[in-house]
Nanobody, 129 residues
Framework: QVQLVESGGGSVQAGGSLRLSCTASRYTNSRKCMGWFRQVPGKEREGVAVITILGVFGERTDYADSIKGRFTISQDNAKNTVYLQMNSLKPEDTAMYYC???????????????????WGQGTQVTVSS
């Protein structure tokens, strides 16, 4: 069973930065799809950034339009860890942020939460104005 552990959330003022980390255990697929999603009460979980790790063939990333140019997803395959660097944070970025992994052999790196079957416990990000 894949396990994901997030860290790095917190409170910050608008314009500030935070970096989230997600370390996966027992995620041994040769092709890995991991992503960051966020959710506020009463709304659906939305995809923020995803990364497809293709081994020697490199990686591919995709971002939600609302955070393009401000957030960057990256990975350290040796540490089985994915990061989300969040800059120029806005109050509307306030949410619970979740790390997710797709267990499919040929995962697609989708921004849709329904494609991910492993989830972390979430870490709260609060941005004040």
């Amino acid at each position: 069973q894949v396990q994901l552990v997030e860290s790095g959330g917190g409170s910050v003022q608008a314009g500030g930065s935070l970096r989230l980390s997600c370390t996966a255990s027992r995620y041994t697929n040769s092709r890995k799809c991991m992503g960051w999603f966020r959710q506020v009460p009463g709304k659906e979980r939305e995809g923020v950034a995803v990364i497809t790790i293709l081994g020697v063939f490199g990686e591919r990333t995709d971002y939600a339009d609302s955070i393009k140019g401000r957030f960057t997803i990256s990975q350290d395959n040796a540490k089985n860890t994915v990061y989300l660097q969040m800059n120029s944070l806005k109050p509307e970025d306030t949410a619970m942020y979740y790390c997710a992994a797709d267990g499919a052999t040929y995962c697609r790196g989708s921004l849709s939460a329904r494609n991910y079957n492993y989830w972390g416990q979430g870490t709260q990000v609060t941005v004040s104005s």
